[in-house]
């Protein structure tokens, strides 16, 4: 079993990064917005899941274990596989499934694109009591300045912003900023709430 990564990134796709561990290169599916913050060159350590399949092997990475506990519980529930779990991450945060969880509220995992209102219910009655212990403790470090977008992604959601609307922004802003700002909190939160500015500002969830 293959349980975590260090190493560099060599390739960047939209929901994958190949690391390179000690000459060999890693193929890694990962969540849209892990692969959005790192670049090329950048180290990477994942927490990974290794999903052994008749025909493949396929490498599931993390930036945090409540990230991976929540990936491994949500493979756990019918019909739902690897992707689909990865879907599930993708669209939203670890405290928000299990809020929703909690909450038996399954309206958050059918907007999910592939999961239908069946696998929906299905997440939350069979997660019911599983999620209680996952904390919302920070996220491995991706690269030198790859912690620094995590914090002002999560500050703007604390703000009121989407995750997917906050994760674009920073993106976008990290992009154009010099190094000064991309390694700043402060600075890459100033910027990125200049380009959202308050009337694009959105309830989460909403």
């Not at 990134?9 to 969540?31: C, Y």
């Not at 060159?41 to 025909?55: C, K, Y």
């Not at 993390?62 to 689909?84: A, D, N």
């Not at 000064?180 to 100033?190: E, G, Y």
């Amino acid at each position: 079993m293959i349980s975590s990564l260090h190493g560099t990134a060599a390739h960047v796709a939209d929901d994958s990064l190949v690391v390179v561990v000690g000459g060999v290169g890693f193929s890694v599916a990962v969540t849209a917005q892990l692969a959005r913050t790192v670049h090329v060159g950048a180290d990477v350590h994942l927490h990974t899941n290794l999903i052994v399949r008749e025909d493949a092997l396929s490498l599931f990475g993390f930036q945090s274990r409540e990230e991976l506990t929540v990936f491994t519980q949500l493979i756990s529930v019918t019909g739902v596989g690897p992707k689909s779990a990865l879907g599930v991450l993708s669209s939203l945060t670890v405290p928000q499934i299990a809020q929703a969880v909690a909450d038996d509220d399954d309206a958050p995992f059918r907007r999910v694109s592939g999961i239908g209102p069946k696998t929906a219910k299905l997440i939350v009655v069979q997660l019911a009591g599983k999620l209680a212990v996952v904390s919302t403790a920070a996220p491995a470090t991706v690269g030198a300045h790859g912690q620094v977008p995590l914090q002002v992604t999560q500050a703007l959601i604390g703000l009121g912003w989407s995750e997917r609307t906050a994760a674009e922004a920073v993106s976008s802003v990290a992009e154009s900023a010099s190094d000064s700002d991309r390694a700043s909190v402060q600075s890459l939160l100033r910027l990125t709430l200049a380009l959202l500015g308050p009337a694009r500002k959105e309830t989460v969830g909403g």
